[in-house]
Antibody, heavy 120, light 112 residues
Framework: QVQLQESGPGLVKPSQTLSLTCTVSGGSIRSGSYYWSWIRQPVGKGLEWIGRIYTSGSTDYNPFLKSRVTMSVDTSNNEFSLNLSSVTAADTAMYFC????????????WGQGTLVTVSS | DVVMTQTPLSLSVTPGQPASISCKSSQSLLHSDGKTRLQWYLQKPGQSPQLLIFEVSNRFSGVPDRFSGSGSGTDFRLKISRVEAEDVGVYYCLQTIQLPRTFGQGTRVEIK
């Protein structure tokens, strides 16, 4: 059973960079059958797709955030990461990592989420 | 971006009664391969979203048959034939016809 676990600071200062890591267990991030995704949810609000990375390192980002987002994959540690630069209070949210099946395009495996607050 | 619009935004349902949620997309979700890229998720309180329905009407493994999905093109519906207490949460539709992936605003279902 694949499990995903987010980790990273819960508090980030405005204008700084938010950095999160998602550790994958029970399956290999090298699998060509999946995209490794980040989705966020402002408190009390809906889900927003941030982007995804493939095992090769190729990425797709939401244009809304594209200028501030960088994703990377570390196959040796079976994890992938999200960097979001120049954060503001509007970036305060629960951040989920999730696995998107490449052909059926569904999200079955999610992390539990990690709350990141942007505040000075 | 494909805009996904759900209605209503909240529902209060008596246990055993049906519930229905609409999801409309700003463009057709019918892919050239003949499949329609519309999914439904339920986010129970304090949990991550869980997949209920894929390709409009296919229930994911383990999803009770009281959940059903229907629709085509740009107009979709999720129905719960008899709501149970465990169905409480926020329901989201999701399109995967194109990037970026976009979700509906969510419909909160509560029990009366």
């Amino acid at each position: 059973q694949v499990q995903l676990q987010e980790s990273g600071p819960g508090l980030v200062k405005p204008s700084q960079t938010l950095s999160l890591t998602c550790t994958v267990s029970g399956g290999s991030i090298r699998s060509g059958s999946y995209y490794w995704s980040w989705i966020r949810q402002p408190v009390g609000k809906g889900l927003e797709w941030i982007g995804r990375i493939y095992t090769s390192g190729s990425t797709d980002y939401n244009p809304f955030l594209k200028s501030r987002v960088t994703m990377s994959v570390d196959t040796s540690n079976n994890e992938f990461s999200l960097n979001l630069s120049s954060v503001t209070a509007a970036d305060t949210a629960m951040y989920f990592c999730a696995r998107e099946e490449r052909f059926l395009e569904w999200f079955i495996n999610w992390g539990q989420g990690t709350l990141v607050t942007v505040s000075s | 971006d494909v805009v996904m619009t759900q209605t209503p935004l909240s529902l209060s349902v008596t246990p055993g009664q049906p519930a229905s949620i609409s999801c409309k997309s700003s463009q057709s979700l019918l892919h050239s391969d003949g499949k329609t890229r519309l999914q439904w998720y339920l986010q129970k309180p304090g949990q991550s979203p869980q997949l209920l329905i894929f390709e409009v009407s296919n229930r994911f493994s383990g999803v009770p048959d009281r959940f059903s999905g229907s629709g085509s093109g740009t107009d979709f519906r999720l129905k719960i034939s008899r709501v149970e207490a465990e169905d409480v949460g926020v329901y989201y539709c999701l399109q995967t016809i194109q990037l970026p992936r976009t979700f509906g605003q969510g419909t909160r279902v509560e029990i009366k």
